[in-house]
């Protein structure tokens, strides 16, 4: 599903630098276009995911993603870090090192 999410951010015009997931949500680390209204490149990518879910990988799934969304813009100087958090995401939430204001709650 990563190369689906990395692909329609290069078709806007965009560059995935980093991608992360739990059982529940994804973190996204992207430079983007300003082509595109960021709203719209959120509803590309769940709709290209959830076909792919519910039609190659599990056509009885009935898969969709929650309607709502956490967007940031980070400085230049926070990228590293940010990739480094998403990058591990896993072990972040399995040892409860979660970033504060980064995580949406319930």
Request: proline share 5%; net charge neutral.
């Amino acid at each position: 599903m990563y190369k689906i999410i990395a692909q329609k951010i290069e078709d806007v015009g965009g560059r995935m630098l980093a991608v992360g997931n739990t059982t529940d949500h994804i973190h996204l680390v992207a430079s983007l276009s300003p082509v595109y209204a960021l709203a719209r490149v959120i509803g590309m990518i769940k709709g290209s995911t959830s076909h792919y879910i519910n039609h190659v990988l599990d056509p009885d799934a009935n898969f969709a993603w929650k309607n709502e969304y956490g967007l940031f813009t980070v400085s230049p100087t926070e990228v590293p870090r940010i990739i480094a958090y998403v990058q591990y995401q896993k072990a972040h939430h399995r040892e409860g090192k979660i970033l504060p204001g980064f995580e949406m709650d319930g």
